[in-house]
């Protein structure tokens, strides 16, 4: 696996935008960057992936960098129950062939302040 | 769908005593991981199957730990004798060709006296 480094800790406004940066400088041209978090006490919960274009689902949107080597999670309007740790991986997408386990780094750990 | 199913919950035991803990995948999910969560060393993979089969263990931390996967429906991980040390929340995860994420079940927190 490429590693990420993640800043260990942010907070952010309740109803702002939380920006989440990433940095996978080592990613490999078929890796994907994946998001998932973890909030206090659960498994972790898959948010986001892609590749190279930016990403949008009903959780978050992921900015890729041009040159692939950073990524931003965007939370657009931020509530209490976002605060969790984020984690921030690279990896190959399942179905290239056998399953590329998932490593988690230490993430970063969001609050969300009211 | 229940999603992932682990058991128990919550496990208290002494030292030297064995832990078994238990995980049921979504049904249809042939893949199966088992992590394990310290403040320490953060989510540590320790094994994972596919079709019921071990594919990587690398991440066991040694021969106390054995895991099994009978059928395609259940999975244990054992640890005897167990120790203070494997204090931690382990978590059962399960996904599927063709899926990009792991569905995650809700832990089970160890406590080794």
């Known amino acids: 696996d490429a590693k990420t480094t993640q800043p260990p800790s942010m907070d952010c406004a309740e109803g702002r935008a939380a920006n989440l940066p990433c940095n996978h400088s080592?990613?490999?041209?078929?890796?994907?960057v994946y998001w998932y978090r973890q909030i206090h006490s659960q498994g972790p919960q898959y948010i986001i992936h892609g590749l190279k274009n930016n990403e949008t689902n009903e959780m978050a949107s992921l900015i890729i960098t041009e040159d692939r080597k950073s990524s931003t999670l965007i939370l657009p309007h931020a509530t209490l129950r976002d605060t969790a740790v984020y984690y921030c991986i690279v990896r190959v997408a399942s179905g290239s062939g056998g399953y590329q386990k998932v490593t988690f780094g230490t993430g970063t750990k969001l609050q969300v302040i009211p | 769908d229940a999603g992932v199913i682990q058991s128990p919950r919550h496990e208290v035991t002494e030292m030297g005593q064995e832990v078994t803990l238990r995980c049921k995948p979504i049904s249809g999910h042939d893949y199966l991981f088992w992590y394990r969560q310290t403040m320490m060393r953060g989510l540590e993979l320790l094994i994972y199957f596919n079709n019921n089969v071990p594919i990587d263990d690398s991440g066991m931390p040694e021969d106390r730990f054995s895991a099994k996967m009978p059928n395609a429906s259940f999975s244990t991980l054992k640890i005897q004798p167990s120790e203070p040390r494997d204090s931690a929340v382990y978590f059962c995860a399960s996904t599927r060709p063709g899926y990009n994420e792991q569905f995650f079940g809700p832990g089970t927190r160890l406590t080794v006296l």
């Open positions: 080592t990613i490999s041209g078929n890796e994907y």
